[in-house]
């Protein structure tokens, strides 16, 4: 007989294996639930077991109650959202990370996870050819720090640009009080930014406009100008700016080399999300997208969106952050980076960048369909020509037969549908065969419809 103690490496191989043949077999299972919500409610007991059960009725629990309820975010017929990354030298790199179990609140609580952040972000801003300012290991202040998501950092960043607009104003005049400052602070970003911008206002209690977009649904200098001039005229203090670079709707670039410089003219604290597309700048026929980043007072991005580390993994180059306690997460990236490389990263962002192209292309080709976006990375913005309610109709379809999974976005008043290639294991006979059921549906829709 063995202990439970003793079995537990044995549960760890079998866990091993049954990731490995989910992963294997992952695109033989539909790619969408088909569920109501509450559904797992009534598939578990409503009280936690008073003794102990096995791992082998847990296991098929998982296979009966959990895994019907998956998006498989990792099939290669997942086109929603944008990607999740994943490989394996990240999920074993997890692993290793839950074994050791540190709480890195600070470097005694456990030196190794305290310092490889550093470098491994220091390894990052390099292959991201970011100013010595953002690289710890220099004669600068800055550095970068890992975050859960995007989200934090945005409001990290709208906090540390809020203590510093308010000690600016009272180093001018004393009297001013911090409540009386903070009323009048007000912060801008794109009319297209994520919804996490608009939530970093709230909870740092101080106004945020929305600028206009151009026809490529960037941000200008001019219109940003613009809003400027008129806050400051009625008495406001512009302090802060969020640029995008890789819009969640459509993939678009504000101008940096232009709404840069009036950041540092007007003191305002600029920001960079960069959530999606920061990944591909380790690409240097992309690393021109991320010009301007010499006036950034900040900047953030996802590696578990595309740089095949898995989440939750999001880099600030603001040493800033609101937990107290850390997980040994540069683990993963310390993997990642040393078995792939930066050639294999780089290829294989160039890879899901092709097939984009390879759909964009299929679309071109039929004259039913339109191409709502520049097709910049690994996103396509197309549509059904027609009414609104015709495309809600074909996504309808799309998500009922749950052979692929798409979501849709609202670009300039038009429903449109996204094409985001994700999982690491698309090829293009898998972009083939999600346009040809598109197609398929689209034809059976115009059919009806005709009739």
Known sequence: MKSKEDLSQYRGKEMVDYVADYLENIEKRPVYPDLEPGY???????????EPESYE???KDVERVIMPGVTHWHSPYFFAYFPAASSYPAMVADMLCGAIGCIGFSWAASPACTELETVMLDWLGKMLQLPECFIAGTHGRGGGVIQGTASEATLISLLAARCKAVRRVQTINAKKSESEILSKLVAYTSDQAHSSVERAALIGAVMMRKVPTDNRYAVRREMLKKMVEEDKAAGLIPFYFCATLGTTPSCAFDHLTELGPLCNEENMW?????????SA??????????NGVEFADSFNFNPHKWLLVNFDYMTAAIH????????????????????YGLKGLQAHI??????????ESLVRADKRFEICAEVVLGLVCFRLKGSNELNQELLKRITKSREIHLVPCQLSGRFVLRFAICARTTESHHIQQAWQHITQLTFELLQEASH
């Not at 700048?281 to 991320?290: A, N, Q, T, V, W």
């Not at 800033?320 to 078995?339: A, C, E, T, Y």
């Open 320 to 339: 800033w952050q609101i937990p107290l306690g850390r997980r040994f997460r540069s683990l993963k990236m310390w993997f990642v980076f040393r078995m």
């Open 40 to 50: 797992l409610r009534s598939l578990i007991p409503n009280e936690a077991p008073l």
């Open 270 to 278: 600029m920001h960079i999300d960069a959530a999606y597309a920061g």
């Open 57 to 59: 009725d847990i296991i």
């Open 350 to 359: 160039r890879k899901q960048v092709a097939l984009a192209k390879e759909f």
């Open 281 to 290: 700048f380790i690409c240097p026929e992309f690393r021109p997208l991320l």
